[in-house]
Nanobody, 120 residues
Framework: QVQLVESGGALVQAGRSLTLTCIVSGNMVAVGTVGWHRQGPGKERELVAALTRNGESSYADAVKGRFTIDRDNAQGTVHLRMNTLKPEDTADYYC??????????????WGQGTQVTVSS
C-alpha cells in the first residue's frame, strides 16, 4: 500500500511563490506517474501537473510556465513549485499517484490535501 501526505499550503499574496511537498511512503515501488490536482471553490477537481517515473511532465494550460513538478523517487518526495501565484490558483491541492505498470493511468493513491489561498 502507498500513503501520500501533502504539506506547504499557505496564505500568500498574488505574485509570490510557494512550494508544496508530498511525502510518499509505503510500497514506493508500486508508484508510477505522480500528479498534483486542485479543487477551487465551486469548481471541479483538475489535474494541474503530472510527472512520470521517466521524467516526462505535463501541465494544465492555466499553470503552464508558472508551476513546476519534480520528484525524487529515492527519497519518496514530490514537489509542486508555484511561481507568480494568482488569486485563481486558490484551491485545495492534492498529491496523487498512479499504480506502476497500470496502463489506465488512473490515480488511485491520494493525499489528504493542503490549502493554498492567494490574495489579491
Amino acid at each position: 500500500q502507498v500513503q501520500l501526505v501533502e504539506s506547504g499550503g499557505a496564505l500568500v499574496q498574488a505574485g509570490r511563490s510557494l512550494t508544496l511537498t508530498c511525502i510518499v511512503s509505503g510500497n514506493m515501488v508500486a508508484v508510477g506517474t505522480v500528479g498534483w490536482h486542485r479543487q477551487g471553490p465551486g469548481k471541479e477537481r483538475e489535474l494541474v501537473a503530472a510527472l512520470t517515473r521517466n521524467g516526462e511532465s505535463s501541465y494544465a494550460d492555466a499553470v503552464k510556465g508558472r508551476f513546476t513538478i519534480d520528484r525524487d523517487n529515492a527519497q519518496g518526495t514530490v514537489h509542486l513549485r508555484m511561481n507568480t501565484l494568482k488569486p485563481e490558483d486558490t484551491a485545495d491541492y492534492y498529491c496523487a499517484a498512479v499504480r506502476r505498470w497500470d496502463p489506465s493511468g488512473t490515480y488511485v493513491y491520494w493525499g489528504q490535501g493542503t490549502q493554498v489561498t492567494v490574495s489579491s
